[in-house]
């Protein structure tokens, strides 16, 4: 597929080399210094990982959610084996897949606009606000789908513009599309919309190969890349297979405030923008103290031409569409160029459309924002207008041509630079990280010893504490029902067993957690049991001399 493309020495691929390796020594430099701070989410993929390799388990999906595809925790394993596990390890290997997404962008835009183009498009990704940064870093079941479904977009081309004419190749290619939608899919159903218009244009340029023999491949290859997500699906009870999951997380809830108008405003105000780089909140904060509703102006406006911009796109190629079905000369691998841009900026707003529709905006609009990182694949067609605009108005005065290049140029520096300030927040940032992870340190430091090896926690606390201490200390949760302990949301239950055949294991709070350290001192008041009180900066570690009674732990 790329033997073309590698044929001879390319300037543009020189640089592209350049972009793509700088991006990538940046982000494995913040993994490196402790950036960002880890969690138990990020934790649970790291543990998946430990048991995949040390005992022998193989996990369909994330713990708790039967949605979330395990690809990272395979490929996590696999680096443990050979670097030993650790939450750099797998930092590594998000870095690496982020550099494999943005090697696949740089020859789908290649292809489908232009070379110059496709430098400026990946180029834009090299800085990032805080959020994009943290979802290229961070193991959350979501970067290797970006990567799996710019090369389903990039061989749907390949296929579609009859760049490779012969028949075995053509047949690899068909099995590849398949076998990658098929690892998408498995990955993560957010990846829909984007296979769906890699098969549309599959369809509408290959559909007479496609009923020949391709449809066979196509078929045997999604078997094969989706098979953990097919078998789980045909065995699992009624309502509970991943489509199910998908269609409840997609759909409206009833809380009062639970209505379209809500979910538009809290997604143009803080989902779209912080992942498509207008997150600037920290720069506001800079000018004035009352820059809120000039914050939220600038956010609505981010989002608005946002959604303009991909529109202008659709219509860009919509116009070179029709000219092209006028001229004789007007080859397939052109017309192949104006509908793959035409889907692309049409699988952008089907995203937005089904993330609105879901409940996501008003269940976390913040941390929700992460389900948009698969826009990052339409990032040519939002720009497309802009660098359009920008080299193709020499027509015009030149007073007039002078002013609009100067817009163009001023709008695109303008977004990259708001970027770079979330880039440059975030290096900021990095103390605070690293305080928090020798606040974890401590934390197990003193947890051995005080031959603590079984305690009962919080969420946000469990499981990054057992990962760290490579499974020597085991963890599980707790909530407060009825003034009392009972079992929280624990994703590995084995971990709730261990727990429950400890004779008594201790209890381990964030000392900002008052409602769990009173509800544990009303209950060791109650039922008069003596305790140790061990503060740990952050963290209080309570040592009980009998075992709670009456809990539902």
Known sequence: MFAKVFKKPNTYHFYACLIIASATIFRIVLSCLGWPIT?????????????????????????????????????????????????????????????????????????????????????????????????????????????????????????????????????????????????????????????????????????????KWGLWLLLIGFVIGGFPLIKYNITSPTGENSWSTYVRLSTMGTPPNDNLLNHIMRTALVSLPSMTGGRFAHAVTLWSSTATHAFRDAMYGWSFGYCLL?????????????????????????????????????????????????SAPVVDEYNSARYFTILWMSLPAVLWPLWRGLRYIQSLPMWLNACKMSFFAVVLAGAWGIMLLGTMYTIQEIPRAQQQDQQLTQIITNLERLHVTRFYSEYWTCNKVVFASQEQIICAVTKISNGTFIHGYDRYLPYRQILKASSNPAFVFPENDKNRIQTLMNLVVQQHIVYQRVDVTGYAIFILAQPLQDTGL
Not at 73 to 82: E, K, P, Q, S
Not at 153 to 163: K, N, P, V, W
């Open 39 to 211: 969690d138990s989410d990020e934790a649970t993929y790291h543990l998946m990982a430990l048991h995949i390799l040390k005992n022998g388990e193989h996990p369909v999906f994330f713990y708790g959610q039967n949605y979330l595809g395990a690809t990272e925790a395979y490929l996590g394993a696999v680096l443990f084996r050979i670097f030993g596990p650790s939450v750099v390890v797998m930092r590594i290997e998000m870095v690496g897949l982020f550099a494999l997404f943005l090697i696949g962008l740089y020859f789908l835009t290649y292809r489908i606009y232009s070379p110059r183009f496709a430098l400026l498009t990946i180029a834009f990704l090299v800085p990032g606000t805080e959020l994009m940064l943290d979802r290229q870093l961070v193991a959350s079941g979501i970067a290797e789908i970006n990567v799996f479904g710019v090369f389903v977009l990039l061989i749907s081309f390949t296929l579609a513009s009859g760049r490779v004419e012969k028949g075995w190749k053509r047949a690899i290619l068909y099995s590849l599309w398949g076998i990658l939608s098929g690892l998408a899919l498995w990955s993560n159903l957010l990846i829909a919309p984007y296979l769906l218009i890699a098969g549309i244009l599959l369809v509408v340029f290959c559909w007479r190969e496609i009923l």
């Open 310 to 358: 991909l529109l202008c796109s659709i219509s860009l190629a919509i116009a070179a569409l029709m000219r092209a079905r006028h001229q004789e000369n007007a080859g397939r691998d052109s017309q192949a160029q104006y509908v793959a841009r035409l889907l692309l900026g049409c699988a952008a707003i089907l995203t937005i459309v089904l993330y609105v529709k879901g």
